[in-house]
């Protein structure tokens, strides 16, 4: 029985995107609003295919790096925190926490589907998007996808997903 296993991993120069955040923590302790160069990395298993490839390393590399390009030079602020509040008008987006308030412009923001703005949360939107941008092309096969994001030289949040509901 072969019991070797098959991973695709790439760490790029360019899967970096600097972004400014605020999280809170230990309950209502609410950050300043300041930016990391955020380095992403992902990783891919699963069996190989007629190729002998896991996943193609440019199919990989290019849907990692569309999602660090939408994030870049953004305000990332998280859709789902129960204290921080995020409304939009036609122009502007205003998050508050408490009596703290922060207004940006509209093309300035990328709301995440998050709790928190922490490394793991992000690491999650972005596996789920790389996932689903390469799912037809990667097919059904693969077991899981990885991805970390480094906030700052060396401090990863990272979060693993099942490729598909029923794994093959
Ligand atoms: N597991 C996690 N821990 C922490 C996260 C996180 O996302 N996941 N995030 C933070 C904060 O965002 C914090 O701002 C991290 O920034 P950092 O610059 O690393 O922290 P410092 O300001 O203390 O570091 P300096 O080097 O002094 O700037 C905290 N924890």
């Not at 230990?26 to 990391?36: F, K, M, P, T, Y």
């Not at 923001?109 to 990667?138: G, H, K």
Request: aromatic share 8%; hydrophobic share 40%; with cysteine.
């Amino acid at each position: 029985m072969n019991q070797a296993t098959y991973r695709v991993d790439v760490t790029k120069e360019q899967f970096v995107f600097s972004a400014a955040h605020f999280i809170t923590f230990a309950g209502d302790i609410c950050e300043r609003l300041h930016g990391h160069n955020y380095g992403v990395r992902a990783s891919v298993e699963g069996p190989l295919d007629a190729n002998r490839y896991v996943v193609d390393f440019i199919a990989l590399r290019d849907a990692v790096l569309k999602q660090t390009q939408l994030l870049d030079h953004h305000v990332v602020l998280p859709s789902d925190h129960a204290e921080i509040k995020i409304t939009s008008d036609e122009k502007e987006t205003t998050a508050t926490f408490g009596d703290r308030r922060w207004v940006f412009p509209n093309e300035d923001c990328v709301i995440l589907p998050v709790t928190n703005t922490t490394a793991e949360e992000m690491a999650r939107v972005i596996a789920e998007r790389v996932r689903e941008q390469t799912r037809e092309q990667f097919g059904d096969a693969i077991h899981w996808i990885e991805v970390g994001v480094d906030e700052n030289h060396g401090q990863w949040g990272v979060c693993r997903l099942p490729w598909s509901d029923t794994p093959a």
